[in-house]
């Protein structure tokens, strides 16, 4: 063996090495995600199929596509691990030595799996912007200009995920690929998206939280404490999907990356597409168990909350689940909890 086939070997062992690392956290996130998906389609289960609502379709045609992608990534990633190790180490050839093997296990890489690299992640991704921005859209029933914020938003954020995925595909047909503009610009564009719809959120949570204080009502209701869970949980996808976007500017803009910056970068991805269908599902699984925050419609005919402390009983609260599909429907129990304790 030369020296340059050491080389070789033990460059190959190391891309193995951390290949078999990456491969590990996007297992451990499928198992995650496998017990989230079960537990919505159980909750689906509670509802008649026969019955099921307009957004409950939504919600289920969701789930399946995001579990349906997810499968396709595990596969991709095993698969192309597998590939990977076989035509370099287990299929020999009769020249060449390890060099001719590299090629070879490059060849099959390209033309059996690296076309499908991009598309699952970033479709997990756009149903992840899509059901965030939802979940916003549905908290401002009456806010047309917020309403056309997200959609211009949406619109471009698909645009451009959609480019980066065709612009990677013509990369790796044409055998030279190397991080783009589109890279960081779609991530940073999903980032807009959630940030955006985590602070609308952030601001019913708010404006919620000092309805329920004008009505002197002390204990933490069921809907606020389901508003702080959608606002932390979309604070941390926002910070890790920061951290991964300045990952990518360094891949973009700095020049001579060290190896070890690189499986750094890819663990990372590993862990965010771990993540990226995870939020959506538990955001699914709380409209399913019926427990999403209400909205608060007032008349404002008869209530100022800002110069009058007495709280009329013909405010309706309005489950997220039913806007657009069922109407309203009025929440008796959150109703009579607070003009029972104004009353007493």
């Known amino acids: 063996m030369t020296l340059n086939d050491e080389q070789l070997l033990a460059s190959f062992g190391q891309t193995v090495f951390f290949n078999i690392l990456n491969l590990i956290v996007i297992i451990i996130g499928y198992g995650a995600f496998v017990l989230g998906t079960a537990i919505a389609i159980l ?3 509670k ?5 099921l609502s307009r957004t409950n379709c939504g919600l289920l045609v969701c789930t399946v596509m995001i579990f349906i992608c997810y499968s396709w990534n595990v596969i991709y990633e095993g698969g192309s691990m597998l590939t990977q190790i076989e035509y370099t180490f287990i299929k020999t050839l009769p020249e060449g030595g390890l060099a001719a093997q590299a090629q070879s296990s490059d060849n099959h890489m390209l033309v059996t799996w690296e076309y499908m690299e991009t598309w699952p992640p970033t479709i997990n991704l756009l149903l992840s912007d899509c059901i965030v921005a939802w979940r916003a859209w ?5 806010e047309k200009s917020l309403k056309v914020v ?3 938003l949406m619109v471009a954020n698909i645009g451009i995920n959609i480019a980066d995925c065709i612009w990677s595909d013509i990369e ?4 030279f690929v190397e991080a783009s503009t589109l890279d960081w610009l779609s991530i940073i564009l999903s980032l807009v998206v959630n940030a955006c719809a985590t602070f609308l959120i952030a601001l019913k ?3 919620f939280h000092w309805f329920i204080s004008d009505a002197h009502i002390k204990k933490k209701t069921r809907s606020q404490s389901i508003l702080l869970l959608l606002v932390e949980s979309g604070a941390i996808f926002c910070a890790i999907q920061t951290v991964y976007a300045v990952f990518i500017l360094l891949q973009v803009y700095k020049t001579n990356i060290n190896p070890g910056l690189n499986q750094a970068i890819a663990i990372i991805l590993d862990i965010f597409d771990a993540i990226t269908p995870c939020y959506p599902l538990a955001i699914i699984i709380l409209v399913l168990k019926d427990a999403s925050p209400a909205v608060v419609v007032f008349n404002q005919t008869t209530m100022d909350m800002e110069t009058s402390h007495n709280v009329h009983s013909n405010s309706q609260m309005v489950p997220l689940h039913m806007l657009g599909s069922e109407g309203i429907e009025v929440d008796q129990f959150a109703k009579t909890d607070i003009v029972g304790r104004r009353e007493g």
């Open 205 to 207: 949570a708010r404006n």
């Open 138 to 142: 549905v908290l401002f029933p009456q």
């Open 172 to 175: 790796e047909l044409a055998e």
């Open 47 to 51: 509802h008649s199929f026969q019955y």
């Open 150 to 152: 997200l959609i211009v």
């Open 43 to 45: 909750l689906l289960r």
